[in-house]
């Protein structure tokens, strides 16, 4: 069975920066497909960032240039480096991963699997 856990969630001050992990157990193969959304109190889930490996990244308009997707050291590890943070980026983070040698769909994808989510609050 497929596990993600996430770590790194923190409080912090607006401008400040935080880097979330993600490290999937369980998974026989190499992932190459993962990914971070987020949901917000009272909103919906949206897309991050993601990595299709060896293939490419993207992010949300609203990420771009401040965050930062990057595998981990670790076989099916994630990480997500988040600068400048604004108190728009308060969420519960979630790491998410697909099956398959690329993702499926973009953000828009299959999304396999899912953590449980890690909570980043970034005050004013």
């Known amino acids: 069975q497929v596990q993600l856990m996430e770590s790194g969630g923190d409080s912090v001050q607006a401008g400040g920066s935080l880097r979330l992990s993600c490290e999937a157990s369980g998974y026989p193969y190499s992932l190459s497909c993962m990914g971070w959304f987020r949901q917000a109190p009272g909103k919906g889930r949206e897309a991050v960032a993601l990595i299709n490996k060896n293939i490419d990244t993207q992010y949300a308009d609203d990420v771009k240039g401040r965050f930062t997707i990057s595998e981990g050291d670790a076989k099916n590890s994630l990480y997500l480096q988040m600068n400048s943070l604004k108190p728009e980026d308060t969420a519960m983070y979630y790491c998410?991963?697909?099956?398959?040698?690329?993702?499926?769909?973009?953000?828009?994808?299959?999304?396999?699997?899912w953590g449980q989510g890690t909570q980043v609050t970034v005050s004013s």
């Open positions: 998410a991963a697909e099956d398959g040698i690329y993702c499926s769909g973009g953000f828009r994808g299959r999304w396999d699997y």
